[in-house]
C-alpha cells in the first residue's frame, strides 16, 4: 500500500498508516529514495509515527511512500490514516493512495 504524490508537490507527506479491519498494517517501509537538498526528510520520515517529521522527495514529480504488507489482496474493511507535513497541505491535492498483490 502507498501513497503516490502528485507532480510538484515533492511527496510533502507528515505520516501515513494503512489499517484493516481496525488493525494497522506493518511491514517494510519503500519509497522515492533521498530528500530535497540531501536535509534528510526520506521516506521512512512519513512512516516514523511522528508528526513532526515528513518526508519531502528530492524531485518535485513521481514522489511515493508505502509499506510492504505482504498482504493476501483482501481489501475488506481497509483504512488510511494520513497527515499532511504542516504548511503544505495544499501539496497533497491530487494524490492517490495505491494497494496492490504484486511488487509496489
Do not use: C, H
Amino acid at each position: 500500500m502507498r501513497y503516490r504524490a502528485p507532480n510538484g508537490s515533492y511527496g510533502n507527506v507528515a505520516e501515513i498508516e494503512f489499517y484493516r479491519q481496525g488493525q494497522k498494517l506493518t511491514g517494510a517501509g519503500y519509497g522515492t529514495a533521498g530528500s530535497w537538498n540531501g536535509l534528510g526528510a526520506s521516506f521512512d520520515k512519513a512512516l516514523d509515527g511522528n508528526t513532526s517529521t515528513f518526508f519531502n522527495a528530492p524531485t518535485s514529480d513521481g514522489a511515493y511512500v508505502g509499506v510492504d504488507t505482504n498482504s493476501d489482496g483482501t481489501l475488506l474493511g481497509d483504512a488510511i490514516k494520513y497527515y499532511p507535513r504542516a504548511g503544505r497541505a495544499e501539496r497533497m491535492v491530487g494524490g492517490v493512495f495505491e494497494g496492490t498483490t504484486g511488487d509496489p
